[in-house]
């Protein structure tokens, strides 16, 4: 809308409806625009996994040869189901311990008022993305093998007489986990701290109330939608996940990335392990759409 001044009062004149068009259409397409390099990104990923369903279906195992569901009937044995049940429960556990451990981490960086040890923080926080997950398994392995650091101390100590079994089982799966995706929850967590304000916990202080209250009455609810995204990356993550269970679990500790693998290698099954994969990214969408639906309900009763 426009105006115009006619003897001395200002008269409203109408925009062209061409001009109207054109910018409902660049309000509509604006979002689509912003997305386009991410859509543009993950197009190969889509078309692998159109391929791999191709492949889950098909009636050959080694190639794309008609249509069958064999593949998805030969999952429902029990090998492949253990290895389903071991893999929710060891993601399920990883990122509960993952969470409790980012809060108090976040907490902490956010709050730290010196700009030099927030980013020492930041940097201890972030190595383990940035070694490679082999290198941070094997030192698991140095430190938890039968004649690792903690047996060998704990030896010399007295403290016992043969060495912990600390690898090659879901202990040890389960550390190399929490260790490998603390990082995911932690950076979401901090972004999410920082749009605590400071002064609701100053009220709930000046009214007496103590810090655990404060936690579990303002910092916590506010951090509800972090704490749900968070989980479902470190989730996401650890259901994925293929060296840390091969390197730390062995040949004992099947998760449903081994089960794939062994699948491809040494029983050449292709249309099977597509049709485990397919169960995988199965499993993990329908917990990130579960996610999204709580965030975007808490953000609802949040603005309620």
């Known amino acids: 809308m426009s105006v115009s001044a006619h003897e001395g009062r200002p008269r409203v004149l109408p925009l062209p409806r061409r001009g109207i068009r054109v910018n409902a259409l660049y309000r509509r397409s604006a979002p689509w625009l912003l997305c386009l390099p991410a859509l543009l990104l993950i197009t190969p990923f889509l078309a692998a996994c159109l391929y791999m369903l191709r492949f889950s279906v098909s009636a050959d195992t080694g190639a794309?040869?008609?249509?069958?569901?064999q593949a998805y009937v030969e999952l429902a044995q029990p090998y492949f189901l253990r290895s389903v049940w071991l893999t929710l429960k060891l993601a399920a556990t990883s990122t509960m311990i993952v969470l409790v451990l980012a809060i108090p981490l976040a907490i902490m960086i956010v709050t730290t008022r010196s700009a030099s040890w927030r980013r020492v923080l930041t940097v201890v926080v972030l190595l383990p993305m940035i070694l490679n997950l082999l290198i941070q398994s094997y030192g698991w392995i140095l430190l938890l093998g039968p004649?690792?650091?903690?047996?060998?101390?704990?030896?010399?100590?007295?403290?016992?007489?043969?060495?912990?079994?600390?690898?090659?089982?879901?202990?040890?799966?389960?550390?190399?986990?929490?260790?490998?995706?603390?990082?995911?929850?932690?950076?979401?967590?901090?972004s999410a701290m920082r749009v605590v304000s400071q002064e609701y916990l100053e009220a709930a202080s000046g009214l007496g109330a103590s810090q655990w209250r404060s936690f579990a009455d303002i910092t916590l609810p506010l951090l509800k939608p972090g704490l749900i995204s968070a989980g479902s990356i470190v989730f996401a993550f650890n259901a994925s996940a293929f060296a840390v269970p091969l390197l730390l679990g062995g040949r004992r500790v099947r998760m449903l990335g081994l089960a794939i693998r062994d699948m491809i290698s040494p029983l050449f099954n292709w249309s099977g392990a597509a049709a485990g994969g397919m169960v995988l990214i199965l499993i993990i969408t329908l917990v990130l759409v579960f996610s999204t639906w709580l965030v975007s309900r808490s953000s609802v009763r949040g603005v309620s």
């Not at 794309?64 to 569901?69: E, K, M, V």
């Not at 079994?165 to 389960?174: A, M, Q, R, T």
């Open 64 to 69: 794309i040869d008609g249509f069958s569901l």
């Open 147 to 190: 004649a690792g650091a903690i047996n060998t101390a704990l030896t010399q100590l007295g403290i016992i007489e043969r060495p912990l079994i600390l690898l090659f089982n879901e202990k040890g799966v389960l550390l190399g986990l929490v260790q490998t995706s603390l990082p995911l929850a932690v950076f979401p967590l901090m």
